[in-house]
T-cell receptor, first 109, second 116 residues
Framework: GNSVTQMEGPVTLSEEAFLTINCTYTATGYPSLFWYVQYPGEGLQLLLKATKADDKGSNKGFEATYRKETTSFHLEKGSVQVSDSAVYFCALNGGKLIFGQGTELSVKP | GAGVSQSPSNKVTEKGKDVELRCDPISGHTALYWYRQSLGQGLEFLIYFQGNSAPDKSGLPSDRFSAERTGGSVSTLTIQRTQQEDSAVYLC??????????????FGDGTRLSIL
């Protein structure tokens, strides 16, 4: 069946550091891939998406590329800010969302 | 507002009681989903509705859980004879369709359910 595996957290970085959160998936067919973010005390928000191989999703300085050959969708940001502190979820859409376990990011000033 | 609306935002109840959670999706969205977020299990799919089709109930953890969607809009998730392990945040989401291709799901803020 479909599944998503994310890098375990928590991840603690200093402001302006480079961020990578790894995500790999197992799926039949060609699902769409998403990153969702949950800020403290808030609901899940869509961060970015990619719908086919080699697509790059981007938003708010975050990027992720749909890599079919490595079945990956790693999230990256070149320079994190304190306001990026949140829990990040990788997900694939096979009609219903299958989520990774979430990665908590904490950015220190 | 134009987002997914859930009520109540918090619910505390005694073990053994029944609870009803409500979700009002984004207007025009034909697909509606329920998920559960708990510490031990992460984010789990429960059930989804798409238009007039039979719902996919494959994620419901037991027969104490049921959901309805009346008139293709508002949905109610019912948990009967609640147990302590039912304590979680129940999230509702909606999307334009369940088309695999690219439709993102938009989430409500959730109902935090606590079973005493």
């Amino acid at each position: 069946g479909n599944s998503v595996t994310q890098m375990e957290g928590p991840v603690t970085l200093s402001e302006e550091a480079f961020l990578t959160i790894n995500c790999t998936y197992t799926a039949t067919g060609y699902p769409s891939l998403f990153w969702y973010v949950q800020y403290p005390g808030e609901g899940l928000q869509l961060l970015l998406k990619a719908t086919k191989a080699d697509d790059k999703g981007s938003n708010k300085g975050f990027e992720a590329t749909y890599r079919k050959e490595t079945t990956s969708f790693h999230l990256e940001k070149g320079s994190v800010q304190v306001s990026d502190s949140a829990v990040y979820f990788c997900a694939l859409n096979g009609g219903k969302l299958i989520f990774g376990q979430g990665t908590e990011l904490s950015v220190k000033p | 507002g134009a987002g997914v609306s859930q009520s109540p935002s918090n619910k505390v109840t005694e073990k053994g009681k029944d609870v009803e959670l409500r979700c009002d999706p984004i207007s025009g969205h034909t697909a509606l989903y329920w998920y559960r977020q708990s510490l031990g299990q992460g984010l789990e799919f429960l059930i989804y509705f798409q238009g007039n089709s039979a719902p996919d109930k494959s994620g419901l953890p037991s027969d104490r859980f049921s959901a309805e969607r009346t008139g293709g809009s508002v949905s109610t998730l019912t948990i009967q004879r609640t147990q302590q392990e039912d304590s979680a945040v129940y999230l509702c989401a909606s999307s334009l369709s369940t088309d695999f291709s690219n439709q993102p799901q938009h989430f409500g803020d959730g109902t935090r359910l606590s079973i005493l």
